[in-house]
């Protein structure tokens, strides 16, 4: 997962947890109350503003130890603090899905899911390079659609 916050002068803080330490990782776990590292993917997916707060914060420590993350905040965090899905992610679903999709000899699934995973994608284009990788070329979208 990608993790951005835009700051106030319009420059964008961009992590992701492809990055993390395992100790970084546990400590998220950790700051969230002893959350498993899934549920975190689970709820960075469901843009919760305390897995997406939790993820920064183990970044910003890396440079200043002592920080707090009970007093770490995120201001703006609605409008300027995002979590997206990288490339691998993309893989990962469009395997899952071709999988079922095969079995059934159909492409509905896939279709039913591209919108989804353009929206959540840090890069819409790896959902196109994605769907080309897996021989469903007919379902990439023009560079127009892809934008919506």
Same mark, same amino acid.
């Given at each position: 997962?990608?993790? $951005?916050?835009?700051? $106030?002068d319009?420059?964008v803080?961009?992590v992701? $947890?492809?990055?993390?330490?395992?100790?970084?990782?546990?400590d998220?776990?950790d700051?969230?109350?002893g959350?498993?590292?899934?549920?975190v =993917?689970d709820?960075?997916?469901?843009? +919760?503003?305390t897995?997406?707060?939790?993820?920064l914060w183990?970044v910003?420590?890396?440079?200043?130890a +002592?920080? %707090?993350f009970? $007093?770490f905040?995120?201001p703006?965090w609605?409008?300027?603090?995002k979590a997206r899905i =990288?490339?691998?992610e993309?893989?990962d679903?469009?395997?899952?899905?071709?999988?079922e999709a095969?079995a059934? @000899?159909e492409d %509905?699934?896939? +279709? @039913?899911m591209?919108?989804?995973?353009?929206?959540?994608?840090h890069d819409?284009a +790896?959902v196109d390079?994605?769907?080309?990788?897996?021989?469903?070329?007919h379902?990439?979208?023009a560079?127009?659609d %892809?934008?919506?």
């Amino acid at each position: 997962m990608i993790v $951005t916050y835009e700051q $106030t002068d319009g420059t964008v803080e961009t992590v992701s $947890t492809c990055d993390l330490s395992a100790i970084e990782s546990a400590d998220i776990e950790d700051a969230m109350g002893g959350t498993a590292w899934r549920e975190v =993917e689970d709820r960075l997916r469901a843009q +919760d503003p305390t897995a997406m707060r939790a993820v920064l914060w183990a970044v910003r420590k890396r440079a200043q130890a +002592d920080l %707090s993350f009970g $007093t770490f905040d995120v201001p703006g965090w609605r409008r300027r603090l995002k979590a997206r899905i =990288e490339r691998e992610e993309i893989d990962d679903v469009l395997q899952n899905i071709l999988a079922e999709a095969l079995a059934a @000899s159909e492409d %509905s699934a896939i +279709d @039913s899911m591209l919108p989804h995973l353009r929206k959540m994608a840090h890069d819409r284009a +790896d959902v196109d390079a994605a769907l080309q990788a897996v021989g469903k070329d007919h379902l990439v979208k023009a560079p127009a659609d %892809s934008e919506a």
